[in-house]
């Protein structure tokens, strides 16, 4: 599909560049702050530019629902890394700013960087799977990604975004425009 895409030969760079989506979340500490930090060092990404970044929500817990709730939302951005160590500098970030490994699956998190969908490949490869293979049954990701693109095409399923959180049962996975405290409505 690409002229340099060589996982095997451990190219870290393509000749051009292309559109991810990253979703972002936190429900541990100051979660917005978490997530605006997230967003400000995905700027410092060699090879990388934030081109939008979608509103944030309050969204309930999904799968281990025993925590607090997160503030989510999503990040397009355009680079030339390739998805493993575009990941690894994902999970750099998550380091950088306190979160290591995570004890509970789906648990509470300080910092979440998750590729959505890296233009329109699929992978499986052992350090990344594309397009997030939960993606289309999370309303947390789904909101903000319509938010950006909402007609953007599910590689695997070849469904919009938007037609995939149409549905999404409604009631569940509730999610909130999120306004900072001591911001103006």
């Excluded at 490869?125 to 953007?152: G, N, S, W, Y």
Aim: proline share 6%.
């Amino acid at each position: 599909m690409y002229g340099v895409f060589h996982l095997k030969k451990r190219k870290y760079i393509m000749e051009k560049q292309v559109s991810v989506f990253i979703s972002i979340g936190s429900n541990m500490g100051n979660k917005y702050d978490n997530c605006l930090k997230g967003v400000e060092l995905l700027k410092q990404l060699d090879q990388t530019s934030v081109i939008e970044v979608s509103p944030f929500y309050q969204t309930d817990p999904v799968d281990f629902t025993d925590q607090d709730w997160f503030v989510n939302g999503m990040v397009k951005i355009s680079t030339s890394l390739l998805p493993v160590p575009l990941m690894a500098a994902l999970k750099g970030i998550e380091q950088a700013l306190g979160q290591f490994e995570k004890s509970v699956r789906f648990g509470p998190r300080l910092i979440d960087l998750d590729i959505v969908y890296y233009d329109n490949l699929v992978i499986n490869e052992e350090t990344v799977i594309l397009p997030h293979p939960r993606m289309h049954q999370r309303r947390f990701v789904l909101k903000p990604l319509c938010d950006i693109d909402a007609h953007i095409m599910h590689p695997v399923l070849n469904q919009t975004a938007q037609s995939l959180l149409d549905e999404l049962k409604e009631g569940e996975q509730n999610i909130l425009p999120y306004a900072p405290q001591g911001a103006l409505p």
